[in-house]
């Protein structure tokens, strides 16, 4: 189940962030740091197996390409909502 909830956080999350964002008149980096904030959660969250620490040095590349992943998915939701926002009605 927290796979599921980290693949919900990690591509949905970041394109309505990032278009939302834009919706409200925001730059698309606030939707990408508040998306980033709850990826890094969704990806810690999960409790660890006896004896492991929550956080080991290893995973740090792993939660900095993660959070390139949501960063780039923001801004892809942003610049969508900019373009849709611009189209003629």
Same mark, same amino acid.
């Given at each position: 189940? &927290?796979?599921?909830?980290?693949?919900?956080?990690?591509?949905? #999350?970041?394109?309505? &962030?990032?278009?939302? &964002?834009? &919706?409200?008149?925001?730059?698309?980096?606030?939707?990408?740091?508040?998306?980033?904030?709850? +990826?890094?959660?969704?990806?810690?969250?999960?409790?660890?197996?006896?004896?492991?620490?929550?956080?080991?040095?290893?995973? #740090?590349?792993?939660? #900095?390409? +993660?959070?390139?992943?949501?960063?780039?998915?923001?801004?892809?939701?942003?610049?969508?909502?900019?373009?849709?926002?611009?189209?003629?009605?």
């Amino acid at each position: 189940m &927290a796979e599921l909830f980290l693949v919900i956080a990690v591509f949905a #999350l970041p394109v309505l &962030a990032g278009a939302g &964002a834009v &919706a409200i008149g925001r730059p698309w980096w606030w939707g990408a740091l508040a998306s980033v904030v709850v +990826v890094l959660v969704a990806a810690i969250a999960p409790e660890p197996e006896e004896g492991e620490s929550r956080l080991v040095a290893g995973d #740090l590349i792993f939660l #900095l390409f +993660v959070a390139l992943i949501a960063t780039g998915l923001a801004w892809l939701g942003g610049r969508i909502a900019s373009r849709l926002a611009r189209r003629p009605a």
